[in-house]
């Protein structure tokens, strides 16, 4: 084999493997939002099949052949394509000691779980979904051991999500983070609550939130020849390629801020997407980083932004003209403390930013037992109602408001929802770093995103896999992730919206 030969290979391997990927989202995205309800078993073959192409494709023979003909000419590569080869071979890597079987019969048992799983919740049937549930347990710490045996199981699961993060560094940031906030619950329920949001339950027609969904995405400087916006039962965003990125919301009649909030948070997730450089495109660098990182970009738009009181400042004439009776007599003041009301709630997706967090601790307390097979499957509705008993106080009536919730586990994912937590803190950290160049207040209240946009662009978005993500972290922000950055936002914030000092 020539460099010349290899290179074209590398080129080759890649846009092949973009396309098969692209064509199981397409099947994906199609499953979970217009797709009708009784066709999971045709996709459930259809994307076996896919997968077994895919499989030799980045753990195959010749692509390992590649790869090390690649390492030994490892001097004579551009950065790009030394990146390139590096990613696609921690992809072989904990693909190969997989057996193909298994890795085609795990997607097929994903494909099945979805639509069990989203049928359970509507039914509120756990014993339903337990079965599935238990298989991909099972999966997942076979899956743990082939990306590497010496690691904790759920160690290896979480690296799959954010490069290298392991429990210790969880348990030291989620006990930090739950020194914060359970003090600031407590002095908020010694004050009694004093924020009102009793506006925000009303009927709020359907037709009025999606006119609302286009107004932010167009506000936020989504191009909507590159983005368009779904329905589904829990939101989230797919991106193809740079150039062609979907998100999707739930629109609740009785409550408008619920899909708010979640446009303003795919959005975030689609405009990295979006901004991620050409020269990714087809390659294994292409897309987000990691979920850590997603989940900052998101978690930016949704909180530090959309949560701010000049964006409900700036969006509150729009708001009143979609919904002049439901907000009658309303201030944006008033709005402004309704969408920060700080109480322990029993949705993760619908909570406040300062008890968010401890909704991802019992997530992620509930994982690590499920693991390392400390729980069992029957066991975790129970144990769910107990860890959020003693994390925010409140009982799920049903599983359908309790373990139930969440269409993570259904897809496979356990070990993501850190990520949500992490990411609130990068957010923190990104703005303190964004307001040493930018006003970004001001820019907000004006409803001018460019610049932060670009800002975002130039220092995040732009490049893609091209560095790891603790790497484009530091490059970042000039220093190593710090939770006290997000410690600090919330005992700002908090303690200006209930005067608590
Ligand atoms: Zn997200």
Known sequence: ???DEALYQLKDVQQKIYALQYAGSAISLDAVTVAPRDTAEGRSLAQGILSGYL?????????????????????EL???RARQ????????DELHRMPEQEYVEYSMLLNDAQAVWHRAKEEDDYAAFAPYLSRIIEANRK????????KAPYDALLGQYERDLTMEQLDGFFSELRQTIVPLLEKIREKGQVVDDSFLRQDFPIEKQRELSDYLMALLGIDRAHCTIGETEHPFTMN????DVRITT????????SSMYSVIHESGHALYELGVGDEYQYTVLSGGVSMGIHESQSRFFENMLGRSEA????????LKELFPKQLAGVSARDLYLAVNKSEPSLIRTEADELTYCLHIMVRYEIEKKMIAGEASVQELPALWNQKMKEYLGVEAPNDREGVLQDSHWSGGAIGYFPSYALGSAYAAQFMHRMEQDLPVNDLVARGDFRKINAWLDEHIHRYGCFYPPAELFKRCCGEEFDPRYYMDYLKKKYGEIYRLS
Do not use: C, V, W
């Not at 899956?143 to 010496?150: C, G, N, P, R």
């Not at 739930?250 to 801020?257: A, L, V």
């Open 1 to 3: 084999m020539t460099l």
């Open 311 to 318: 964006f409900i400042r700036l969006i509150f004439p729009k």
């Open 85 to 92: 080869a590096e990613e696609l071979k921690r992809q072989y």
């Open 143 to 150: 899956q743990a051991a082939y990306i590497d045996e010496k």
């Open 240 to 243: 193809f390629t740079k150039n």
């Open 78 to 80: 551009d950065p790009l």
């Open 55 to 75: 499989y030799p494709l980045i753990s195959g023979e010749e692509t390992g052949k590649l790869l090390d003909f690649l390492a030994g000419h490892k001097d």
């Open 250 to 257: 739930k629109y609740d009649r009785g409550n408008f801020i």
